[in-house]
């Protein structure tokens, strides 16, 4: 787990006062607003109470006057109108929008949403031919044409005007030829440039019905404005919170037929509210669906149908393309991050460009997003067809995605996008240069500050301040979103009532007490922090969400964390080990240190007797490279036991004063530093290192300077040297599909093409699964190869693999030990370790 860094906003207390006690609400909620700069009472009163009546007039923005006049002209002459969407749940909901209000409206429209994988991103002049051959003679795009100059181009010369309604980035200097263009973004005199290619479309239905009050007709078809609007992951601020809101509202009557059959098969019962994250998480994703593996046809016809049994239909194909899209997704988050061991040095890299042949182009997006959650980098995904390549790219709060690809926009074909996400395509043999490129740009505007995960805490908060009512004051400020996270509170040196306990093996529990109450807290994929919280003397800071946790009946306030941070105490102590000491040792905490070389060469140029360990043999080379002008000796695996003992003896005798090593040296006697370029797996191992810090009647200093990511690379060495349950079970089966191809007999080249797992993980798996029973490996052979036996009659537990239980026990303990030494304080630390070893 990497550490993050906390931003703790700034509140007023003055303006807080104010606008509590003019709005009669909580300060607490008084502070919270302002912590989201809302300064003023009035900005307050919006904030919370805003209407539809304050939405802003539509024909404020530039070229809303000709597209009503144009529209209005093609209802009067009965002209056929095509509306050409996007293949997204912005673009399909944009679809849907203006087929019901052109309906209301008395004109039956058709519309076009291009093929993700045949088609792409965008007008397209094909499609423009098709169009015209309907007998089109206006065309209104949604969410997409801003770009596509040529194709508008095409489209003019065959008599079809077009207006097009887009949110994406213009580039003002290359307009395409349309009848007129609405959006924000090219209007000064708007005020708000962040609506969805939905909350457009609505405002030229809000133009067409006159701008003013909405008939109810639009009222009802605010529910596919926020879907889109929040699905599109577009700001929840300004017009698109309104929207948002009482789209909601409309959206949990389930008046509309296509919504509640989604929320069925999506299990969401009728007395469960429908909310942002059922929009964002359960929804959204199942439409989507759609037009990731197949057409968004199939969401468009759910969206606006009045048949319950078609409705029902729909939905459920729905629900099946969305597993089918989780499936294809996780493989290829696999194939992701074995690319990002096998191929990325990420103490270097600022950007990732991961490109591959069969990867899904309509699911590499998500993929992009994931990568970025636990890598925090900007990430491009690219699915390879032939010589080209379709990407698409996530990024970091720091990194503007768009700016970074117009800086490469040379050897990209075409791209598009906005700060946060984007989509290209490129020829393969371009993609090393995009990948240069990238990571150039993203090396001269990103600090290795940029690349550690944030957390915004909106307020620091006591426990007394924490209730029901507390809760239901910060529902005032939902919708929650992009723009308008749902609030994260903060608490300093919480005190622990008992030790942690860990919930069905993964999730973390706390209870938070002042002395006079205790709350309960939870912690979602959090067990790793159990083994650090079992001394309720230690102080913890905990980010949170304050919610009601509903069992059987019972009603009870809970803290959902984020983030648990414990505190450390001073960077060095000095502790004497009771077990046959003569001499105290120093531990000397400098995780993190900038520049490890540096600070061996200051150790070094003392001339004080010193052992430095590090992790491999690999890394002793490494190091030897670096200080090769330095006095120093080094001890290796590879080194016979004669001349480790003669190196002890030298030392010994004061004849050498450095050891490199990447073995175990506790004999050696006189030592004044011992120091850890890298982690150890286990209490013992490190114990056994720091030995000789005990024999002597001097102080010797321990140091501590490995790195987070040190520990990270220990795990993912360790879970090579001993595969896990999950990788275990996908060479299994990646070797059944393999068998049934290509015979019983498998080669390690045809393994490791299907897996794409390294080479060494591989034969320890092999090795496992013969232990097994379940294949045999045939060592003779150069390369050695495998034979698939019978299925067992009953399922193997991998247990009964001594090999396999001894390589979890390992890992287990590295996990464990790991975490000791990336967040304990060298204090907490130590009494630890002097505990496990009395």
């Not at 946060?420 to 240069?433: E, F, H, M, R, V």
């Not at 068998?739 to 797992?757: D, E, W």
């Amino acid at each position: 787990m990497q550490r993050k860094i906390w931003r703790i906003r700034e509140t007023h207390q003055e303006v807080s006062k104010q606008i509590a006690e003019s709005l009669e609400i909580s300060l607490l909620l008084a502070q919270l607003l302002t912590s989201r700069g809302i300064e003023d009472v009035e900005a307050a009163r919006q904030f919370l109470y805003a209407d539809l009546g304050d939405l802003h007039p539509p024909f404020l923005i530039d070229g809303m006057d000709r597209a009503v006049e144009r529209v209005q002209h093609a209802i009067e002459h009965g002209e056929k109108i095509c509306i050409y969407g996007d293949y997204d749940v912005d673009g399909m909901t944009s679809v849907s929008l203006l087929l019901g209000g052109f309906k209301e409206l008395g004109l039956e429209s058709d519309y076009y949403i291009p093929d993700r994988m045949e088609e792409g991103y965008g007008i397209n002049k094909e499609a423009i031919d098709d169009i015209h051959a309907r007998g089109v003679t206006l065309m209104i795009t949604v969410d997409c044409g801003v770009t596509s100059v040529a194709e508008i181009e095409h489209a003019n010369k065959l008599g079809i005007d077009v207006i097009v309604t887009d949110h994406h980035e213009p580039d003002s200097d290359h307009l395409p030829p349309a009848y007129t263009i609405l959006n924000p973004k090219l209007s000064d005199k708007y005020p708000f440039d962040g609506l969805a290619g939905v909350g457009i479309a609505f405002k030229l239905l809000h133009a067409l019905a006159g701008g003013k009050e909405l008939p109810p007709y639009l009222h009802q078809q605010l529910d596919l404005v926020a879907l889109g609007t929040v699905v599109d992951v577009t700001p929840l601020v300004d017009e698109n919170r309104i929207l948002t809101r009482f789209g909601l509202q409309v959206l949990n009557r389930r008046e509309r037929i296509g919504i509640k059959a989604l929320c069925e098969v999506a299990r969401i019962s009728d007395d469960k509210s429908i909310t942002t994250y059922q929009l964002g998480y359960v929804l959204g994703p199942r439409l989507n669906a759609a037009g990731r593996l197949d057409t968004a046809k199939k969401a468009v016809e759910l969206l606006t149908t009045d048949s319950m049994e078609e409705a029902r239909t729909l939905a459920e194909e729905l629900d099946l393309e969305n597993k089918a899209r989780k499936e294809i997704e996780q493989r290829i988050v696999e194939q992701a991050e074995a690319k990002i061991k096998q191929e990325v040095d990420l103490v270097q890299a600022k950007s990732l460009v991961l490109a591959e042949e069969n990867w899904h182009r309509g699911v590499i997006g998500i993929v992009a997003s994931r990568i970025v959650e636990r890598y925090h980098r900007p990430t491009i995904l690219i699915a390879l067809e032939g010589k080209e390549g379709h990407g698409s790219g996530r990024s970091i709060e720091a990194f503007n995605l768009y700016e970074g690809l117009v800086a490469c926009q040379g050897c990209l074909e075409r791209f598009g996008g906005h700060k946060a996400a984007a989509g290209l395509s490129i020829l393969k043999q371009n993609i090393p240069k995009l990948r240069y490129q990238l990571a150039k740009v993203a090396s001269e505007r990103l600090t290795e500050e940029d690349l550690t995960p944030k957390i915004h805490i909106d307020l620091l908060v006591g426990l007394d301040q924490l209730s029901e009512k507390a809760i239901q004051e910060i529902a005032l400020m939902e919708p929650f979103g992009l723009g308008n996270p749902k609030p994260v509170l903060g608490m300093k040196a919480a005190t622990l009532r008992w030790p942690a306990r860990i919930m069905a093996q993964k999730h973390l529990q706390l209870w938070i007490t002042d002395g006079n109450r205790s709350l309960r807290a939870v912690g979602w994929n959090m067990s790793n922090y159990q083994i650090l919280l079992q001394e309720t003397s230690t102080p913890v800071d905990l980010a949170f969400y304050l919610e009601v946790n509903e069992y059987k009946g019972e009603r009870r306030v809970q803290l959902n964390l984020r983030d648990i941070q414990i505190q450390t105490r001073d960077r060095r102590s000095t502790i004497r080990f009771p077990v046959e000491a003569t001499g105290p040792a120093q531990l000397i905490d400098q995780r993190g240190v900038p520049d490890k070389i540096q600070y061996v060469r200051h150790l070094v140029r003392q001339g004080e007797p010193m052992i430095i360990y590090v992790k491999s043999d690999a890394a002793l080379e490494h190091l030897r490279q670096q200080v090769s002008d330095m006095p120093i000796e080094y001890c290796g695996v590879r080194h016979p036991p004669e001349k480790r003992q003669q190196l002890i003896d030298q030392f010994t005798q004061s004849q050498t004063k450095t050891i490199v090593s990447s073995i175990t040296l506790p004999e050696v006697t006189g030592v004044r530093h011992i120091v850890f370029c890298h982690p150890v797996p286990s209490e013992r191992m490190f114990m056994r290192r720091c030995k000789p810090a005990f024999h002597t009647e001097s102080l010797t200093a321990i140091h501590l300077i490995f790195h987070s990511r040190d520990i990270k690379a220990m795990y993912s060495s360790l879970a090579a040297q001993y595969p896990p349950r999950d990788v275990l079970t996908k060479l299994y089966r990646s070797l059944r599909v393999l068998a049934q191809q290509n015979g019983h007999l498998l080669s390690m080249a045809s393994i490791q093409k299907q897996t794409s797992l390294p080479e060494h993980t591989i034969q320890q798996g092999l090795d496992i699964l013969e232990e097994l029973e379940l294949l045999a490996v045939d060592r003779s052979a150069d390369p050695s190869t495998a034979r698939m036996l019978p299925p067992p009659a009953q399922r193997k537990d991998l247990k009964a693999s001594q090999r396999f239980a001894e390589g979890e026990t390992i890992r287990q303990d590295a996990s464990r030990f790991g975490e000791l030494l990336l967040n304990k304080s060298i204090e907490e630390l130590w009494g630890l370790l002097h505990h496990a070893e009395t």
